[in-house]
């Protein structure tokens, strides 16, 4: 089946991005003739199990972690899912949580469910963001108890790309012996970060935003800091994570981590400055845009603006014609009834939340695409625009 | 992500008559901002009130666009009269169908030619009398039973789908329950086959108490029971046992092979007798 990759501008990486090709060429020996289970003793599967080990160490050394810091779990959700659920069952009697308006479903759907998952009443506190998403210090302090059993707060926003403090807010956590947990699914890969320099508990991390393949996760577990497993089964992963693992992808996530490392760089010079262009380009261009989000603490890669009086699927469709991927924070593309609750937590007016649109760029996008997009966007908007009612010229 | 038609593309990607009437015969404003829909369809009527020249303009998804397009051609050169049988489903099927999610932007087309059409004649709207069911959306209770009559809906997650209600903070859902239930059994009343000649409520409860009383409370008496009769929906008949039958271990055969059998022979055969406060 052929897709049309080469045909596409690609825009979404915070959706999911391409495998890189180094990632493939490191996976496809474990697709065909290395197929043995690491846990095996005969050599055949024993060499496979090396392998396995030789991608944690590449991961553990994209976040300065140990290597035996590293969990492999299935995606950033189920990384996730064990971080909060295990805090909560090492420490029973504490019910309270502290998380954000604006965390990903991953975290923020658990969290509404908690009642039902472990047969007890829990408090959740989700604090709130400014209008350019950022959080409030004081609030977070206030709102740490005795009872807290866990805080997590995402390192990045997938639809804004504005980053939290969260280095600082885990040890304000630590301060009051709680333990913090941390979605950074969107930021490693992007943005450098060391274990070794903060406290945080639980990190997660996921293979589909750092060109590995969809289908393989971390969780960063913190030496010395309670840990109760999620998926209960064989031994692997010393009895951290039940179940075979998923070779070929850990191989590949290992790639991708060393690759990821050499890359750091540009993704914050180069890459920032094609996203710098559009995004000041498409403002420019295009009267009664938005920015969403903190223009400066960041992701390199992402770009959130809203263009008032059109809603984002038609704007999504029309890029779509001439090969544009992006996404929407619309009601339409939200899958539910409501606009993105990111955006509504950051107090987005109603004219803008329904026409925003995301971009999020990677290593791959060239300075020829993004011209091409800054032209081809104001004419979409406009046309749109004939046509909304409430557009008056 | 969602499998449009082509007529759908179509009308999304080249829509026909944007734009506004000018001096129109009638306008329909519905939908709003907060919404994530809007469409005001503007249209000029002729002295044999037919419908010369309709234009819309529509702040919503590649569905409302198309939806707002295709009506525009539906209605011209109809007159007033026969646009104003249109439904959402003749909108839906003009564009092929609509994914079951969309479904509610074929409702707003309809609802602009309606409020055009009230607009031209001078009349207020009867949706207009309803009364708010889902605060999200503004959906009133008198559009939810159209929605449901209209496209035979039998579940709160389809009513969403057409009108919207229940889609936002939730609060709304046990409301729109109980309209669909009463709306729902209010049709099947109307299309029960003549051969069953089906009960009321009433008729029921009433030929329950007449064999409770006639029959079952005096055999019980003579045990030193009795029995009491504490709620009937549907085919569901909730009582009481009282007396020596109370605390008794055979109180459930009494029950189901008595009282249920003797009301399933002389009242409807479909009843279901259980116990309950």
Same mark, same amino acid.
């Given at each position: ?36 289970? @690491? ?124 980053? *939290? ?14 333990? *913090? ?20 508990? *639980? ?96 992701? @390199? ?70 011209? *091409? ?15 909304? @009612?409430?557009?008056?010229? | ?40 369809? $503007? ?21 409302? &666009? ?79 039973? +159209?929605? &449901? ?13 057409? $009108? ?33 000649? +089906? ?38 008949? $909730? ?24 009301? +399933? ?13």
């Amino acid at each position: 089946m052929d897709c049309g990759s080469d045909k596409v501008i690609y825009m979404d990486n915070n959706a999911t991005t391409r495998i890189a090709p180094e990632v493939l060429e490191a996976m496809m020996p474990f697709l065909e003739d290395c197929y043995g289970n @690491p846990s095996s003793m005969h050599t055949f599967g024993g060499q496979v199990g090396k392998a396995v080990e030789q991608a944690r160490g590449r991961i553990a050394e994209l976040i300065g972690a140990e290597p035996e810091e590293i969990v492999f779990t299935s995606c950033g959700t189920e990384s996730d899912s064990t971080a909060i659920l295990s805090a909560l069952q090492s420490q029973p009697e504490q019910r309270h949580i502290v998380t954000t308006r604006v965390e990903h479903p991953a975290v923020k759907n658990l969290c509404e469910t908690l009642d039902l998952l472990t047969g007890h009443k829990h408090k959740v506190t989700r604090l709130m963001v400014e209008a350019d998403g950022t959080l409030d210090m004081m609030k977070y302090q206030e709102a740490l108890t005795e009872d807290t059993a866990i805080v997590s707060v995402m390192w990045a926003n997938n639809e804004t790309g504005v980053l *939290f403090p969260v280095e600082a807010m885990a040890a304000m956590a630590k301060e009051r012996g709680i333990l *913090f947990h941390t979605d950074a699914v969107q930021a490693v890969g992007k943005i450098p970060l060391n274990m070794r320099e903060n406290q945080i508990d *639980f990190l997660s991390l996921s293979g589909h935003k750092l060109h590995a393949p969809k289908g393989i996760g971390v969780l960063y577990v913190r030496k010395g800091s309670p840990f109760v497993p999620f998926l209960h089964g064989g031994h692997q992963e010393h009895g951290r994570r039940g179940g075979t693992e998923n070779v070929a992808s850990i191989v590949g996530l290992g790639r991708a981590c060393q690759l990821a490392g050499e890359m750091m760089k540009e993704e914050n010079t180069r890459v920032r400055a094609l996203r710098d262009k559009l995004e000041k380009g498409l403002m420019a261009s295009i009267p009664k845009s938005i920015l969403n989000g903190h223009s400066e603490d960041r992701l @390199p890669n992402t770009s959130n603006i809203s263009f008032e009086y059109v809603e984002g699927e038609a704007i999504l469709l029309h890029m779509n014609q001439h090969g544009i991927c992006a996404s929407s924070g619309s009601a339409c593309t939200s899958g539910s009834l409501e606009p993105s609750h990111v955006l509504r937590a950051m107090g987005v007016a109603f004219t803008a939340a329904h026409g925003s649109i995301r971009f999020s760029l990677s290593i791959y996008n060239t300075e020829e695409e993004v011209d *091409f997009v800054l032209d081809k966007m104001p004419k979409i908007i406009a046309d749109l625009r004939e046509m909304s @009612p409430f557009w008056e010229g | 992500m969602w499998e449009y038609t082509n007529k759908v593309q179509q009308h999304f990607m080249q829509p026909k008559n944007v734009g506004e009437v000018g001096n129109p015969s009638g306008t329909g404003d519905v939908g709003s901002l907060a919404c994530g829909d809007a469409l005001k369809l $503007t249209i000029k009527v002729d002295e044999n009130d037919l419908i010369v020249d309709a234009k819309f303009k529509t702040f919503g998804c590649a569905s409302a &666009i198309a939806s707002s397009s295709v009506l525009t051609e539906l209605i011209k050169g109809m007159s007033v009269d026969e646009a104003a049988k249109i439904t959402n489903e003749d909108i839906a099927e003009a564009l092929g169908g609509l994914p079951k999610e969309k479904m509610h932007c074929s409702v707003m087309g309809r609802e602009a030619l309606e409020a055009a059409i009230a607009d031209y004649r001078g009349v207020i709207l009867p949706m207009a009398q309803g009364e708010v069911v889902c605060e999200c959306f503004g959906v009133t209770d008198l559009e939810v039973v +159209r929605a &449901i009559r209209e496209s035979g809906l039998r579940s709160v997650e389809e009513i969403t789908h057409f $009108t919207k209600a229940g889609g936002g903070c939730g609060k709304c859902e046990d409301r729109l329950r109980e309209i669909l239930q009463k709306t729902v059994e209010g049709l099947a009343e109307k299309s029960a086959p003549v051969q069953e000649k +089906r009960m009321t409520t009433l008729q029921k409860i009433k030929k329950i108490e007449q064999v409770l009383e006639r029959e079952i409370r005096p055999t019980l008496k003579k045990d030193g029971g009795d029995i009491e009769l504490v709620d009937v929906d549907g085919d569901f008949v $909730t009582v009481s046992l009282r007396g020596a039958c109370a605390g008794c271990h055979s109180s459930r055969t009494t029950l189901k092979e008595y009282v249920e059998k003797k009301l +399933r022979e002389q009242v409807v055969d479909s009843l279901i007798v259980e116990e309950g406060k």
